[in-house]
């Protein structure tokens, strides 16, 4: 069965960049929903960047003109560019994806992120 992996995370300080990878360990085709979330301490998961096929990617408020989602169809990776990261942008961050043909959904395991100084 095909997982996604996230890797990229890690302990960066406030105005800081990382950058986040999601690799899928197989080939996977007719994927048409990718998205990164996040998900603080006590806090519901919430997405934070996605990009649909054929539209635009999407971001939430809190993260626009900071962060960058890219795919790499080739690949299979989706990448997760982060700048100018503040202490409230520390959270788990987990990669998701979807597959029309079949229908499935993919989780990655997460990937922690911590801004601190």
């Known amino acids: 069965q095909v997982q996604f992996v996230e890797s990229g995370g890690g302990l960066v300080q406030p105005g800081g960049s990382l950058r986040l990878s999601c690799a899928a360990s197989?080939?996977?085709?007719?994927?048409?929903?990718v998205g990164w979330y996040r998900q603080a301490p006590g806090k519901q998961r919430q997405v934070v960047a996605s990009?649909?096929?054929?539209?635009?990617?999407d971001y939430a408020d809190s993260v626009k003109g900071r962060f960058t989602i890219s795919r790499d169809r080739a690949k299979n990776i989706v990448y997760l560019q982060m700048n100018s990261l503040k202490p409230e942008d520390t959270a788990v961050y987990y990669c998701?994806?979807?597959?029309?043909?079949?229908?499935?959904?993919?989780w990655g395991q997460g990937t922690q992120v911590t801004v601190s100084s």
């Open positions: 998701n994806v979807e597959q029309l043909a079949p229908r499935l959904t993919y």
């Open positions: 197989g080939r996977v085709s007719n994927i048409y929903y």
């Open positions: 990009i649909t096929s054929g539209s635009n990617p």
